[in-house]
């Protein structure tokens, strides 16, 4: 069984940084896309950005330029590297894989979700 294990959110002043990070962990399983969405308070979940097995990106228009994701194919880790943070980013971030499991099967997962605070 494929789990995320998320970690690096918290509380952080406008203008500054945060790094999360989101491990797949288990047995059997090769990673495909990972993600992470958020959801603040009162809205629906939201894409802030996708990484595919080969590297290649999608990011959000609200956080591009601003926000980096990257993984570690290795260790089956995906990051996203959070700067010039401003209130509005305010939310539970939620990392995501698809991938497969060996044999023949595939899975889709979620991270347990980590919160991001921006306030002074």
């Not at 002043?13 to 992470?36: K, N």
């Not at 958020?38 to 950005?49: F, H, I, M, N, T």
């Not at 990484?51 to 980096?68: H, P």
Request: proline share 3%; aromatic share 8%; with cysteine.
């Amino acid at each position: 069984q494929v789990q995320l294990v998320e970690s690096g959110g918290g509380l952080v002043q406008p203008g500054g940084s945060l790094r999360l990070s989101c491990a797949a962990t288990g047995s059997g399983f090769s990673v495909g896309t990972m993600s992470w969405h958020r959801q603040a308070p009162g809205k629906s979940r939201e894409l802030v950005a996708a990484i595919s097995s080969i590297g290649i990106t999608n990011v959000a228009d609200s956080v591009k330029g601003r926000f980096t994701i990257s993984r570690d194919n290795a260790k089956s880790t995906v990051f996203l590297q959070m700067d010039s943070l401003k209130p509005e980013d305010t939310a539970v971030y939620y990392c995501n894989a698809v991938g497969r499991t060996f044999p023949g099967g595939y899975f889709e997962v979620w991270g347990q979700g980590t919160l991001v605070t921006v306030s002074s």
